[in-house]
């Protein structure tokens, strides 16, 4: 069957990294999203790789190894603001989003 | 975000009742989906529309049931629901299927009673 894993919670401390991993089996695939969610709002969309390597969009970068089926959201200098669920989600050979159940991040001061 | 906007926040329905949910988006996207979010769970696709038409129903039961008018509207009419049907339901959009990301509303906060 097809599955996404990434762990449930991840606890932090404002000003450091941390990383969100997501590992994915699936029929095929055609790319990984990450969204962001606050609580009480909707999703919102932060990357999208379908190639090998590492994206960086400010604070946030997003990176794929297609050959270990592995993904992971890195977020640098952390905000209280960046406390939020993060969904991984991949697309498989139909164009069908493989959903994660979401990874809960709390930031500390 | 106005983008994509639901109707109503929240809803507070028993099980005999009949109630609709609302959802519009001002994107100019092709696609439009129903999903349920439950506590700790994946998102669950339940319905999508492309160009208006219902291209996907994953085994959805039928006291669910999607109306899409045109390409910036999309309803969800609720009937005789079951408490385990209490959840978030989100409605998103996007420019066409495949890879396009998804632009979501707040969701609506349904808990059957």
């Known amino acids: 069957g097809q599955n996404i894993d990434q762990p449930t919670e991840m606890t932090a401390t404002e000003g450091a990294i941390v990383q969100i991993n997501c590992t994915y089996q699936?029929?095929?695939?055609?790319?990984l999203f990450w969204y962001q969610q606050h609580a009480g709002e909707a999703p919102t969309f932060l990357s999208y790789?379908?190639l090998d390597g590492l994206e960086e969009k400010g604070r946030f970068s997003s990176f794929l190894s297609r050959s270990k089926g592995y993904s992971y959201l890195l977020l640098k200098e952390l905000q209280m603001k960046d406390s939020a669920s993060y969904l991984c989600?991949?697309?498989?050979?139909?164009?069908?989003?493989?959903w994660g159940a979401g990874t809960k991040l709390i930031i500390k001061p | 975000e106005t983008g994509v906007t639901q109707t109503p926040r929240h809803l507070v329905m028993g099980m005999t009742n009949k109630k609709s949910l609302k959802c519009e988006q001002h994107?100019?996207?092709?696609?439009m989906y129903w999903y349920k979010q439950s506590a700790k769970k994946p998102l669950e696709l339940m319905f999508v529309y492309n160009f208006k038409e219902q291209t996907e129903n994953n085994s959805v039961p039928s006291r669910f049931s999607p109306e899409c008018p045109n390409s910036s509207h999309l309803f969800l009419h609720l009937h005789t629901l079951q408490p385990e049907d209490s959840a978030l339901y989100l409605c998103?959009?996007?420019?066409?299927?495949?890879?396009?990301?998804?632009?979501f509303g707040n969701g609506t906060r349904l808990t059957v009673t």
């Open positions: 989600a991949a697309l498989d050979s139909n164009y069908q989003l493989i």
């Open positions: 994107l100019g996207h092709n696609a």
């Open positions: 790789n379908v």
């Open positions: 998103a959009s996007s420019q066409e299927r495949e890879n396009s990301p998804l632009h």
């Open positions: 699936t029929s095929g695939f055609n790319g």
